[in-house]
């Protein structure tokens, strides 16, 4: 069965992160995009696929033919345009972060509910490879009880001209919300969070660094962004009672689609032999192993995979009501007081 779609926006998350992987999909159609001010030559690239543009929201609200939106607009107007969409009977996928805060989210998924729709938030980096590498790690049971595990996305960037804005403008919202998916992914609703949330290269500025910490009963993990960062940390770092596990390089898939390299394209995403993660244990036999970690292949277009089961099958969703509203209030909690401090959750 075919899936048909619409896009409430047209910048660079639409053309860059969603459509390279949904074009390509058989049994989904993007029918309509929506953009409040029309890109006529963004547009003209298109034109082999049979896309509508519009700059009428109301055109692409009342489609019928359209079962999901979609939205991929600044963080501030999510909330408005989910809530109309799902008035107005359409599912609904949104960017990152899903809201501003945890109250709008509620009243989402409760509208949704009322209404037999799904609204789900677009965590796309449940399928970044990295990621993936380190699941297929934990499954294997190598590492015994895991005791800590440390996320980095770190940049260079030390030019910081002023661009004040919204708390939810900043990194914690922006990167940390896709690192915390992650970790919750993983292992769920933590007891506590400490957290350090700072502009450190402009104080005119929304924050550029963090490091979050996130308390379970016999588990710690960090979470930590920086851009001042000009020698790379790994990106995972995990401890266990057995073993270790280390892995440097960020998923590839941003670099390709970054080149104008799309998804089906040989070697799309693979991840250089370099860059594989290192995996260090105590076997049952009491003997130190060590074991090269092939990266996992990612794929973004596997969520809008697992969303077409949803809507048109009845599969639970990827990313559960309970489990963004869990990040929202993360989100949020981390401005509501002074840094740095604990929380209790």
Do not use: W
């Not at 934990?138 to 260079?156: C, I, N």
Request: net charge negative; glycine share 8%.
């Amino acid at each position: 069965m075919t899936l048909t779609i619409g896009y409430i926006g047209f910048g660079k998350s639409t053309t860059r992160y969603h459509m390279p992987y949904t074009l390509i999909r058989d049994n989904i159609r993007i029918k309509t995009i929506y953009n409040h001010r029309r890109k006529p030559e963004l547009e003209a690239e298109y034109a082999a696929h049979n896309i509508q543009f519009t700059d009428q929201l109301e055109e692409i609200l009342q489609d019928e033919e359209i079962q999901l939106l979609s939205i991929c607009t600044p963080a501030s107007t999510h909330y408005n345009l989910a809530k109309k969409a799902l008035e107005n009977g359409k599912n609904v996928l949104v960017e990152k972060p899903f809201c501003t805060t945890s109250e709008e989210a509620e009243e989402l998924f409760t509208l949704a509910k009322s209404k037999g729709l799904i609204a789900m938030a677009y965590q796309n980096r449940r399928f970044d490879s990295d990621f993936l590498a380190v699941k297929e790690v934990l499954a294997s049971g190598k590492l015994g009880d895991l005791v800590e595990l440390e996320s980095h996305m770190d940049y260079y960037r030390p030019e910081a001209p002023d661009a004040p804005g919204e708390y939810y403008d900043g990194a914690f919202y922006g990167l940390g919300v896709h690192m915390m998916d992650q970790i919750i992914d993983l292992f769920g609703r933590p007891d506590e969070v400490s957290y350090d949330i700072r502009s450190v290269r402009n104080p005119n500025n929304t924050d550029d660094t963090f490091e979050v910490q996130f308390f379970y009963p016999t588990l710690k993990v960090i979470i930590k962004t920086s851009h001042l960062v000009n020698i790379p940390y790994p990106k995972f770092i995990l401890h266990g009672t057995k073993g270790s596990f280390v892995k440097y390089g960020i998923d590839q898939q941003e670099t390709y689609l970054k080149a104008g390299v799309m998804p089906g394209a040989p070697d799309f995403g693979v991840d250089p032999e370099s860059s594989y993660g290192t995996l260090v244990y105590v076997d049952a036999n009491g003997e130190t192993q060590e074991e090269t970690v092939p990266t996992p292949l990612g794929d973004y277009g596997r969520l809008y995979d697992q969303l077409h089961d949803a809507i048109l099958n009845g599969t639970p969703k990827l990313v559960s009501d309970e489990e963004t509203l869990t990040n929202m209030t993360i989100l949020e909690q981390g401005f509501t007081g002074k840094n740095p401090r604990v929380i209790t959750l």
